[in-house]
T-cell receptor, first 118, second 115 residues
Framework: AQKVTQAQTEISVVEKEDVTLDCVYETRDTTYYLFWYKQPPSGELVFLIRRNSFDEQNEISGRYSWNFQKSTSSFNFTITASQVVDSAVYFCALSERGAETSGARLTFGEGTQLTVNP | KAGVTQTPRYLIKTRGQQVTLSCSPISGHRSVSWYQQTPGQGLQFLFE???????NKGNFPGRFSGRQFSNSRSEMNVSTLELGDSALYLC??????????????FGQGTRLTVV
């Protein structure tokens, strides 16, 4: 069975600090996909990034970057120069490829509440 | 382009009643999935529909059901409501029934309170 763990329940930083959100996953599949979603107080989950298991290249997109390491089953997400508007709950999610699953079946972590103070 | 629309946004129901929630996916998206979010259990997959057929089901009792119409709109129904069904119910739409990498777009959810 697949599992996603976000050990950090809450993180509080001051604006302009960099912050890294940790995510560890478990899966028996060799092909899988990892996601980060953001949930602001309004409730909807906002897609941030996606990575597949074949691509360990880490990238930077604006203030966001991620570090995918298959050897440690981790998919960490970093926000550089945080802003107050980044305050939200962040979820890491995993999707497996297989006959019975689709891209919309996501296993989520518990979420990390990020608060960015001015 | 309109996003995923869920109605109603808020609902209060009495234990034992039933409830129907509605989800309109993004235009052109054919896959709709539902999730339940509670403080204790987090985000849990309920089911997914594609081409009016349930393709995938999470570990929920039979009181939770759904359907999808020919225009891809979806409804989920919960019968014999229990206090523990109080949750935020999120709907997500995807372009196709994919192979794991399909991006899912979420609605704002329906907040159900059972009293």
């Amino acid at each position: 069975a697949q599992k996603v763990t976000q050990a950090q329940t809450e993180i509080s930083v001051v604006e302009k600090e960099d912050v890294t959100l940790d995510c560890v996953y478990e899966t028996r599949d060799t092909t899988y996909y990892l996601f980060w979603y953001k949930q602001p107080p309004s409730g909807e989950l906002v897609f941030l990034i996606r990575r597949n298991s074949f691509d360990e290249q880490n990238e930077i997109s604006g203030r966001y970057s991620w570090n995918f390491q298959k050897s440690t089953s981790s998919f960490n997400f970093t926000i550089t120069a945080s802003q107050v508007v980044d305050s939200a709950v962040y979820f890491c999610a995993l999707s497996e490829r297989g006959a019975e699953t689709s891209g919309a079946r996501l296993t989520f972590g518990e979420g990390t509440q990020l608060t960015v103070n001015p | 382009k309109a996003g995923v629309t869920q109605t109603p946004r808020y609902l209060i129901k009495t234990r034992g009643q039933q409830v129907t929630l509605s989800c309109s996916p993004i235009s052109g998206h054919r896959s709709v999935s539902w999730y339940q979010q509670t403080p204790g259990q987090g985000l849990q997959f309920l089911f997914e529909y594609f081409s009016e057929t349930q393709r995938n089901k999470g570990n929920f009792p039979g009181r939770f059901s759904g359907r999808q119409f020919s225009n891809s709109r979806s409804e989920m129904n919960v019968s014999t409501l229990e206090l523990g069904d109080s949750a935020l119910y999120l709907c997500a739409s995807s372009l196709e029934y994919g192979e794991g990498d399909t991006e899912a777009f979420f609605g704002q959810g329906t907040r159900l309170t059972v009293v």
